[in-house]
């Protein structure tokens, strides 16, 4: 274990460093500064729901949810986010081109002073130019061990293919799907006894969990991507 003031100091700059990192002046206090979560989602919010618990347990310091937008008006999501009285959005994307919706979306993120994206269940690709807007500061969540079983319905995938371990993944998104540097991944055995349900069920229990731990290494910034790696400094 370090030299504990000089642990904190190496805190203290990790911290100054990760603001800068995510565009922020570096004039700003780190014990001022709060990051803006800005939750993307298409259905039943799950993710958000876990992510906003845990920043209201003081799981995710120096962080609040400053929007939640919805794709679509019916998610369950988005009456949830109403309900707990947060900032919720729908700006519908049926109907229109995906560059007219990323420019609303990308829009109300930057009106509500968003600096961390977070997609949970958004069930839109990301225009190369929204990820432009943002870079390094997407997050996404994936239900598989990527690059195993990208796309759509990868528990069910994992389970057809018979494989012994899946589980999920929380990584940056780039401009391919399923694709940016891995943040976190959690591992779920597959059981003999499991159903494409049973073990759905076990890899979201492990979401919950992945998607705060990563969005706390980002929010500290004690890490360096080296290629595809994300490695963790030591502070
Ligand atoms: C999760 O399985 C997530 O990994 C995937 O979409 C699902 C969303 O679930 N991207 P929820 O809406 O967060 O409950």
New binding site residues.
């Given amino acids: 274990m370090g030299h504990p003031r000089r642990t904190s100091a190496l805190r203290k700059v990790a911290r100054r460093e990760a603001s800068r990192k995510l565009g922020h002046s570096g004039l700003i206090p780190y014990n001022q500064f709060m990051h803006s979560i800005g939750i993307l ?10 992510i906003a618990d845990n920043i209201a347990a003081g799981r995710i310091p120096e962080a609040q949810i400053a929007v939640v937008i919805s794709n679509r008006a019916d ?3 988005i009456a949830i986010a109403r309900e707990r009285g947060l900032h919720a959005v729908v700006i519908a994307s049926k109907g229109r081109s995906r560059e007219e919706h990323d420019r609303e979306v990308v829009a109300a993120l930057k009106q509500h002073g968003v600096d961390l994206i977070c ?5 839109r690709l990301l225009s190369p130019w929204f990820v432009q807007q943002f870079p390094g500061r997407i997050l ?4 598989s061990l990527l690059p195993a079983f990208p796309g759509l319905e ?2 069910q995938q994992a389970f057809a293919h018979g494989v012994k371990v899946s589980g ?1 993944t929380v990584h940056f998104v780039d401009e391919e799907l399923d694709h940016g540097a891995i943040i976190v991944q959690k591992a779920v055995p597959v059981l003999d006894g499991d159903s494409e349900h049973t073990l ?1 069920e076990r ?2 229990d492990q ?1 919950h969990v992945a998607y705060t731990e990563a969005i706390n290494v980002v929010i500290r910034g004690d890490y360096h991507v080296v290629g595809r790696r994300l490695v963790r400094r030591e502070v």
């Fill in positions: 989602l298409s259905g039943r919010g799950s993710n958000f729901v876990a998610a369950p999501g997609l949970a269940g958004y069930m996404n969540i994936h239900p990868a528990q999920c759905a890899i979201l979401e």
